[in-house]
């Protein structure tokens, strides 16, 4: 599982545990699970993207995501708030990470002297 699903969380020790235990009832996801979790994570992946977009594309992308995550309705299958309690997470938890992540410049790439990429906070 990548990190930057618990990028979100802060500094809360027990949450990538509390995460998991989610799924531990099987060795594998069940395939709804695991669709949900995708979404999650590519949303997540989308918001801090595009969070300080400065071209008119960009800036919609992070409005259609930020809209998603912040939208309080149930009126749809695949709301944030459905998708967090079908995976037993708790939205406004996860909102407020999103908003903390935020606050923290974006990792910025460079490379190293033999042509690999390091990630380095801007």
Known sequence: MDEPV???VGNDNDAPRRF????RRSEYLEPEKALLL??????IHLYQK????RDRAGKEHFREVNDWFMNEG???LFSF????ELLALEPDYVRRGLRESA???APTQKRGRHGSVHREAA
């Open 103 to 105: 606050a923290v410049p």
């Open 20 to 23: 998991f235990d989610t799924f």
């Open 81 to 84: 708030e459905n998708v967090c």
């Open 50 to 53: 595009y969070r300080s977009a």
């Open 38 to 43: 995708a979404l999650l994570e590519d949303a």
């Open 74 to 76: 149930e009126h749809w």
């Open 6 to 8: 618990f990028a979100i």
